[in-house]
């Protein structure tokens, strides 16, 4: 019986900590179908007269670019930056977990020195490259890096995967005649599948996320994916179109948040192994 | 390629059976150029985009460069500057209070929360991923507009401080509170350590727990003796994480500051102050000058971290091989 009510009573304490954990999402949603001048002055969450007029104005565009543009180069991008690194990661992990060869060890050391390198002190030399390459305003800065495996998190996690699968598989493979492809494609691949969904699910989400390498590369409004867009939109707007602004926030997170409810068991498994920071 | 490979594996494979022969001998070149292929992409990136720019930087950071002009040496001088520089001080400083609240209040409200739910009442896989779910959209622009908004004047936060009679009059445009705000939008993603908290605490025995109640240690007892040091682990690698990121926060605080810090350069984080100088001002050599620093900032504080670290974090005897 006493036993019941502590349950009961933890339950309520939790739920009541979550509401407040995502009171900001929930307020957000509803401030989308206020008018702008009730968003702010009043602690009432539910709109009283619910409209659509703010979505409306999202959908005029911003400096006459279609809001649909911006969520195609967003998902251009994003997809793109999934099929690079997934596939470039796997690459690199494989022949860092499998195979051997000269200066591997250092290689692998240099790799995680890059874990923790602040990646500001690179950004200006490689802008100087790309403006010099004549690629700056295209897509091919914010991409090269991800069909380079450039991100140390990933190379690390899929190795830590491929460890631990068993090495008769593909010692055994590798009797019948199979060479170090049909081994890396037929069964490590396949047997990773885990870790190459986490990394995929994470490379979406970041790179739809991504301001600060559009915010650099980026000046035509019509290559901008959707943060930049957003930032635009505060330009633009000199911030007073609140509902507008509140209504293209709420679009540009509704994909992650989508993400995140099909995949969270993949998200929060991949954090708790490996440190991901999300 | 392929049957090249093949061939000295079988060897190798006949000579351990055979007990014969040095194993080392029996595949001389292992599997050297299937290495370099498969880490082909890696191996450019890491030259083209890291190690080769990381070398330029530094001969960046002793120049005079406008992106547009060639570089002209100018020796030390980028350096010197900055200590004279009010902003550069002034970013040093917000960077720095950001970094000493963010994390530990970070990581104090993750290992609240992880504690709370290690239990075994039920439901602990949907709260789990429930307060996890802020940490994938915290640093997004998204959310910065978000929180920006709920903190103005007169808005949500604002109003119900009133209800308590407190005026800032909303944070965001309040020198005193913005970075409290940011702070806060740092603590709103507590979910990533938390996870990792979680994973921790499930690996410490519970039978420590009831030997310590037998002996009559109370709740803080055992948090200060068994919790802490079993879990050190995991503190110190959310700390170094956690640590390493705040460094380098930005796209919240532009959102909410824009390039100068506002209001007044109360968000005038290091890294908005080296775009600003950079790709702002084109001071290419000095923003390269600030990158370096900020690199040895960083590294000075991880240093620090992994000397401390030695004093307090416990790495149990028998869980020793799983590293």
Known sequence: MRQSLTRVLWHVGVLALLAVVLYPIVWVAAATFKPSETIIGSLQLLPTAPTLANYQRVFEGVVGVGVGRFFWNSAVLAVLSVVGTVASSALAAYAFARLRFRGRTVLFGIMIATLLLPFHVLIIPQYVVFQNLDLVDTYVPLLAGKFLASEAFFVFLIVQFIRQLPRELDESAKLDGAGHWTVFWHIIVPLCRPALITTAIFTFIW????????LIYLSTPDKYPLPLALQLFIDESTGSDFGALMAMSMLALVPVILFFLF???????????????? | MSRATIAPDRRAEVATDGGTGPRKRARPSGDGLAGYLFL??????????????????????????????TPTWIGLENYQRMFSDARWLRSVEVTAIYVALAVPIKLAAALAVAMLLNSKRGGQGFYRAAFYGPSLIGGSVGVAIVWKMMFSDDSVVDQLLLRFGIDT???????????MMLVLLATWQLGAPMVIFLAGLKQVPRELYEAA???????GRRFWSITLPMISPVLFFNLLLETINAFQVFTSAYVVGGPNGQPAGSTLFYTIYLFDRGFGDYRMGYASAMAWMLLLGVGLVTVFLFRTARGWVFYSGDSGDKR
């Not at chain 1, 954090?271 to 920071?277: C, I, M, Q």
């Not at chain 2, 890291?50 to 547009?68: I, N, R």
């Not at chain 2, 009059?169 to 970075?179: C, E, H, T, V, Y």
């Open chain 1, 207 to 214: 790179s739809w996320n991504d301001f600060f390498g559009p």
């Open chain 2, 213 to 219: 109640e037998v002996d009559g240690a109370g709740r």
């Open chain 2, 169 to 179: 009059g909303g944070w965001a445009g309040n020198p005193d509170f913005s970075l």
């Open chain 2, 40 to 69: 082909s992409p890696w191996i450019i990136g890491i030259v083209l985009l890291t190690l080769g720019p990381m070398v330029t930087s530094l001969y960046l950071s002793f120049t005079d460069y406008d992106l547009f002009n």
């Open chain 1, 263 to 278: 995949f969270q068991r993949f998200l929060v498994e991949g954090v708790s192994t490996s440190g991901l920071k999300g």
